[in-house]
């Protein structure tokens, strides 16, 4: 039988998820004298759990204000034809060629993708518009939406502990 992700965690990895997420820079030292255990094993335990994928990537994060990216906004996308096939396909290849395309998320309801943008400005937001309607003949409709205030914006995901673990 095939072994479950979560059989492979116990509570030290879950906490050292937990603690990268909020610190990516500490080194395997330092987390060692956290957890009581030795900087080979956080390494290892480490190295494991970005084998089994629960690590993605490990990157830096930019503040958007002093980039000059004022503008934060929400596009919601209507298909032309929400069932054809190849949708999903040319709508990713057109979102690849602009960096400016944050997030990208199909959703259900009335919005067919939510897509997070980060530009300088209204002139900026206007050219990426016009570039996403060049990019692609998947989107019949645009519904932009300015971020006017950011209450809440987090990287870290909730660790929790599975049923069944100590």
Known sequence: MAQKRWEVMDHIDIK?????????????RNLAESFDISPGAVHKRLKRLKEQGFIRKTCALLDRDKLGLDLLCFLFIRFRSNMR??????????????????????????????????????NELKQLLRE???????????????????????????????????
Not at 16 to 27: C, G, H, P, V, Y
Not at 146 to 155: A, R
């Open 16 to 28: 050292l998820l937990e603690e990268i997420q909020k610190n990516t820079e500490r080194s395997s």
């Open 132 to 166: 996403l309607a060049q990019e692609q003949d998947v989107i019949e409709r645009v519904h932009t939406s300015i971020c006017l205030e950011e209450l809440k914006n987090v990287s870290e995901l909730p660790v929790l502990i599975p049923k069944g673990t100590a």
């Open 85 to 122: 096939p190849d949708n999903m396909r040319d709508l990713q290849s057109a979102l690849q060629t602009l960096p400016a395309i944050l997030e990208c998320y199909t959703t259900t309801g009335d919005t067919d993708a939510i897509i997070k943008v980060a530009v300088r400005d209204h």
